[in-house]
């Protein structure tokens, strides 16, 4: 016979699961990642929920195209591994569960 008693109790667990990963997320909003590359002629902050926030470039790469580029690339990478370690490991924290939100989501 189906017992509703632990259907109602894991009911309540996954709530209260779905209100730690919310508030996960909210503080993964106000964390920050900051990476700097090439010396530090270029700094790229991005949130813990992956959203770029801001990018700081010396004024001597300006006139260098393809090092601008090349250091941006390498910024911008780095920064998002960074925060999607970050948010695995939050999100993870806040389910009990084991994530990996490495490059491609997990994915491969």
């Known amino acids: 016979m189906f017992n509703f008693g632990d ?11 779905k209100e730690n990963i919310e508030r996960a997320k909210e503080e993964l909003s106000k964390e920050k990642v900051v990476v700097d590359v090439g010396g530090g002629m270029v700094k790229v902050v991005v949130n813990g929920i992956g959203e770029v926030v801001d990018v700081d470039i010396d004024p001597s790469v300006l006139n260098d195209k393809e090092v601008l580029k090349d250091l941006l690339i390498s910024a911008l990478n780095e920064a998002m591994d960074r ?13 009990g569960l084991p994530l990996n939100l490495g490059k491609f989501g997990g994915l491969f």
């Open 7 to 17: 259907l109602s109790q894991m009911m309540k667990q996954f709530q209260a699961m």
């Open 83 to 95: 925060s999607r370690e970050l948010m695995a490991q939050k999100l993870s924290e806040a389910s």
